[in-house]
């Protein structure tokens, strides 16, 4: 008798001798109940299920295996994108990363039914190489497949613009530009990635950096083919008047954060909304004087206390460097030349610029009792805290949102900014944990091919969102990801008193959290079913 314990995902093989059950034995199979040697248990090839169960069955109802089939994908093939999707959700890694991965931890060829152990990396390449060749047809079939599933309103087309930035020089890529970067990074080459959907991704498209100009935003509208009077939703830090009159002369309508010093002066007046998670916020809006743009305030008590906690925090650390100047100026030997003083100011000014503007500093010096001969000398440090209006000293906890779409109101302003922060927080959530915003190949086909997996990712990561918020689950994929991802699955062999042997491999008991998801998502307890190989004492040939 031989048997063999695949190295990759199919850990039971039976032989010519064993027989292979994929399902439970029924009630009255003669072998469901065995006489076993208990000191021969044993269980083996322990694997991940629990979150790669989750992320496939996105996958399904999206109908993404059929779709990659349609569009020319082998069995082979639509095997290996799919384990690069689902381990960008589970794993984010590169290919060589996700490999290791699928190999060594993960059960996902034996969800999608494909022993990986018998191919090599190369797949995942062809894998990407494929679905970046047959983006556009994939998106199409996807998003059409989406409107069917959520019905979403198509009068608003929602464009986000999301960047990442890659690491070195990365001279192979010619889509790549210096320009500036969220985290206040000049240094990095970006590559911009704009998202179109109403909350749900539908199409997307790879720009050149440096999109701060009115051209890249019109070329992005153009490829995306965006409707007329279609909602513009515009970065903060991309937002300039130039690219903002330009959408209004289009016929566009745009949607800002605004980078002003415009706070609600009254959280009172605004009137209460809960949030999906139970949160008590107050909004209000109002239209500016030339009655073109309606700014929106919202107020939210929970970032007060973060902002406030902020704000203490660089208020007395700005506090404590001015008063150990204060008192350096009368220690022996101690640097208190008045223009050298006038200078540590302003260092300290600009590297505090944000609690800076809410101070005067003036600087007394010796100028009634000085020698001629002798240069100007600081006695002493004087500050006064004077609040700037309108800063988030005075009003924390308030954000101003501004819109040329006068007619749409409050409510409705305010779910077009959570469904920003929705897509962030996906993006944030399949992009390696090592920088949420690193790409390191520097093969551009490559690069791009990791963005479409990025994409389909999106997508399947936004199907388990909307499919949980329905049965009140507001968790976000971290905190979903976490227990699901220590739900095993594993073999288990014992020998019989007859000398025969048999393995059984399935997924253990889950956790009641883990529960809670299955039920939730309306999944079996036991990804995977049970497999079970009986393998008879061999007897000598007479």
């Not at 590559?191 to 935003?217: N, P, Q, Y």
């Not at 153009?222 to 690219?243: F, M, N, Q, W």
């Not at 969102?465 to 227990?483: A, F, I, M, N, T």
């Not at 883990?514 to 995977?528: F, M, S, T, V």
């Amino acid at each position: 008798m031989r048997t063999r314990k695949a190295t990759g995902t199919q850990s039971v093989l039976s032989s010519r001798e064993g027989t292979a059950s994929p399902s439970k034995p029924a009630k009255d199979d003669p072998d469901r109940y065995v006489d076993i040697d208990l000191s021969s248990v044993e269980s083996y090839d322990s694997r991940t299920v629990g979150a790669e169960s989750v992320a496939l069955h996105a996958a399904q109802t999206l109908q993404l295996p059929e779709i990659l089939k349609d569009v020319g994908f082998s069995q082979t093939q639509v095997a290996m994108a799919l384990a690069s999707i689902v381990g960008r959700l589970v794993e984010p890694g590169d290919e060589d990363h996700t490999w290791y991965w699928i190999i060594d931890r993960s059960a996902i060829g034996e969800l999608v039914g494909m022993d990986f152990s018998r191919k090599t990396v190369m797949g995942l390449d062809r894998a990407s190489e494929l679905l970046l060749r047959n983006q556009k047809k994939i998106e199409a079939a996807l998003s059409a497949r989406m409107r069917t599933l959520f019905s979403p309103d198509e009068t608003i087309a929602l464009y986000d613009l999301t960047y990442t930035y890659f690491e070195g020089e990365v001279k192979k890529h010619s889509k790549i530009a210096r320009t500036y970067y969220k985290e206040r990074r000049e240094d990095a080459r970006l590559l911009t990635l704009m998202v179109d959907g109403s909350g749900f991704v539908r199409k997307s498209g790879s720009f050149a950096g440096s999109t701060l100009d009115v051209h890249a935003v019109q070329a992005m509208l153009g490829k995306l083919k965006a409707p007329e009077k279609a909602l513009v939703v515009l970065d903060r830090h991309t937002e300039s008047r130039e690219i903002l009159d330009w959408l209004v002369s289009r016929n566009y309508h745009y949607v800002v954060l605004s980078r002003e010093n415009i706070r609600m002066s009254d959280a009172d007046k605004g009137r209460t909304i809960r949030t999906a998670r139970d949160q008590e916020l107050k909004i209000f809006s109002e239209l500016n004087e030339e009655q073109t743009e309606r700014h929106l305030y919202c107020y939210s008590p929970g970032r007060a206390a973060k902002d406030d906690g902020n704000t203490e925090r660089f208020i007395q650390k700005f506090e404590e460097d001015l008063l150990r100047l204060n008192e350096g100026l009368s220690k022996p030997r101690a640097e208190n030349r008045k223009d050298r003083v006038l200078e540590r100011i302003a260092r300290l000014t600009e590297i505090n610029r944000g609690i800076s503007q809410h101070y005067s500093i003036t600087v007394s010096d010796n100028a009634a009792t000085k020698d001629p001969d002798k240069p100007l000398l600081a006695t002493a440090v004087h500050f006064e805290k004077k609040p700037v209006q309108g800063s988030i000293v005075v009003f924390p906890g308030v954000s101003c949102f501004r819109t040329s779409a006068v007619g749409l109101d409050d409510e409705a302003l305010w779910r077009i900014h959570t469904l920003l922060t929705d897509l962030d927080a996906v993006f944030r959530s399949v992009e390696p944990e090592r920088n949420p915003y690193d790409t390191y190949d520097p093969i551009e086909y490559r690069s791009r091919g990791h963005q479409v997996i990025t994409m389909l990712a999106c997508m399947c990561l936004q199907v388990i969102y909307s499919r949980l918020r329905e049965q009140g689950v507001h968790d976000s994929w971290p905190k979903l990801r976490e227990p699901l991802i220590h739900h095993w699955r594993m073999s288990t062999s014992y020998r019989l008193r007859n000398g025969g042997s048999v393995h059984v491999r399935k997924s253990v008991r889950p956790t009641e959290r883990q529960q809670r998801i299955y039920d939730a998502l309306n999944l079996d307890h036991n990804p995977g079913g049970v497999l079970r190989s009986s393998f008879p004492l061999k007897t000598e040939k007479s």
